[in-house]
């Protein structure tokens, strides 16, 4: 009886030697599925281990890293909540925030606004960036990163929805230095991807050789997805945990509860080669 070997099927060939009491060994040859190769390994040979060899994707290569500002380099200072409840009145915030469970976005919604209302409503929101600025504080882990990522030759760049005259406060205060570092005076803003693109033009790299961090999944996550870029979201209270956000259509590719994280997380995903 013959048996045909299923063509679709993986084969392996292997030599053997058959042994024969009144002439020399005599080699042989059989084909046999790759999936069943393991087992007769252990047939032919059973006191001896067999190891298949281990194929690894080689790591993506790393060469810029994009930072969100508020909540992600500095401790949260704005009470963004109270924030939008003074731009939107208390029964629109409740509605909107029903809708949007990501987020609000209160730069786009105000956009729609006539000129005399968002003057009034870009006032409030000035109002509240600057308390926040009273109480400005890094992130704990932010130095020790941007510290690792210099010594490995990675750019550091910024994006973040503030005004420029809190990039350049942050800046001055902890000597840390982003470059490109957009404010939202550059337009289109996050989650628009334009201002990561914008960066990646500037450093000469591929959106996929750039991790986008940053504290928001609306924003930050968005802009990175929609760029190409890897994107790490950094969640220190668990919020994101929450199945309200399980049904989004962006999610990050890496998740941290603190900037301390990172620093392994590029190591272990990353080639970080200069």
Not at 14 to 40: F, T
Not at 146 to 170: E, H, P, Q, W
Not at 175 to 202: N, Q, V, W
Request: charged letters at 25%; one cysteine or more.
């Amino acid at each position: 009886m013959s048996l045909k070997p299923n063509l679709n099927t993986p084969t392996i060939t292997i030599s053997s030697i058959c042994p024969h009491p009144h002439r020399n060994p005599i080699p042989i040859k059989y084909s046999m599925p790759l999936s069943s190769l393991s087992k007769s390994l252990l047939f032919l040979h059973p006191k001896r281990q067999f190891h298949m060899a281990n194929f690894t994707t080689p790591k993506a290569r790393l060469r810029g890293v994009v930072f969100d500002m508020d909540g992600t380099l500095t401790v949260p200072a704005i009470d963004f909540a109270a924030m939008y409840k003074a731009v939107l009145g208390e029964d629109e915030f409740r509605r909107m925030k029903a809708e949007n469970p990501s987020g609000i976005d209160i730069l786009h919604h105000i956009e729609n606004w006539s000129p005399e209302k968002q003057l009034k409503a870009h006032e409030t929101i000035a109002d509240y960036e600057r308390q926040g600025l009273d109480r400005l504080q890094i992130m704990p882990g932010a130095a020790e990163l941007c510290g690792f990522l210099d010594s490995k030759k990675i750019r550091r760049g910024l994006i973040t929805r503030n005004v420029k005259a809190s990039v350049d406060l942050f800046h001055q205060r902890f000597g840390m230095t982003f470059s490109p570092a957009l404010s939202r005076e550059f337009r289109p803003y996050k989650p628009d991807p334009a201002p990561l693109l914008h960066i990646c033009s500037a450093w000469e790299v591929l959106p996929n050789e750039v991790m986008m961090v940053g504290d928001s999944l609306k924003d930050d996550v968005v802009c990175g997805k929609r760029a190409g870029a890897f994107t790490c979201l950094l969640d220190e209270s668990g919020r994101y945990d929450s199945p309200d956000y399980a049904t989004v259509n962006f999610k990050p590719d890496f998740k941290v509860s603190s900037l301390t994280e990172v620093h392994s997380l590029l190591e272990e995903h990353f080639d970080l080669a200069p």
